[in-house]
């Protein structure tokens, strides 16, 4: 069984490198966003709380995140591991997760805050059925209109230049005391982000000594 951490400012691909990992090692992928993404599209108490928080600009709020987490672990479905996307956020989780699982390695993507805005702000979502977009990376063969439902593509309403400032200087304040307890138990490889998607993922394998990725 392998449990694994992804940490990385958004826009960083934590959410393809843990895909590209969870299919081929057969690992449960536990994303925080995409939970609060299903709580807000399937209108749920968390996800009227989700609402309410970007409505007014905020960050959701670590007990919650802890909250949504926790039941999500409690399923037992990881039968061949997990890899964690989007928590701990600050130390008291991170202890508290040291304590509860045998971490086998915490992925650190590192991306300088320049490239995050690049790629954060050219951010797409179909508005029908959810499909990302990347206009730098994945754009749609029409402008505008996604691919598989011809729905409308949309920014998220959290992808502003102000709303992404904030995350920002939250990332960095509650993320580099965690980052840094993870380092002291020898847990954390640090990944150049700013490589090609595939680059990324044969060097976090070559990294944790895990079977190189065939397409």
Not at 164 to 192: G, M, N, S, W
Request: include cysteine.
């Amino acid at each position: 069984m392998r449990k694994y951490v992804i940490m990385g400012v958004q826009g960083s691909g934590k959410g393809t490198q843990s895909t590209l990992l969870a299919d081929d090692l057969d690992l449960v992928h536990i994303s925080v966003g995409e939970i609060f993404r299903w709580h807000v599209k399937n209108h749920t108490k968390v996800g009227a709380q989700v609402r309410r928080v970007v409505a007014a600009g905020e960050l959701v709020g670590d007990d919650l995140v802890e909250d949504v987490v926790g039941t999500r672990l409690q399923w037992h479905d990881w039968n061949y591991g997990f890899i964690v996307d989007g928590f701990p956020r600050n130390r008291r989780q991170a202890e508290f997760f040291l304590e509860s699982y045998d971490i086998d390695g915490v992925i650190h993507l590192d991306l300088p805050d320049e490239e995050v805005r690049r790629r954060v702000l050219a951010r797409r979502l179909c508005s029908r059925c959810g499909m990302d977009y990347n206009l730098i990376a994945h754009r749609p063969e029409v402008e505008g209109t996604c691919d598989v439902c011809g729905g409308e593509l949309v920014a998220r309403e959290d992808d502003t230049p102000e709303a992404l400032a904030t995350r920002l200087r939250d990332y960095h304040e509650k993320t580099d005391p965690v980052l840094e307890l993870f380092r002291r138990k020898e847990y954390v490889v640090t990944i150049d982000a700013r490589a090609g998607k595939l680059a990324v993922q044969q060097e976090i394998r070559a990294r944790l000594g895990l079977p190189p990725h065939t397409a």
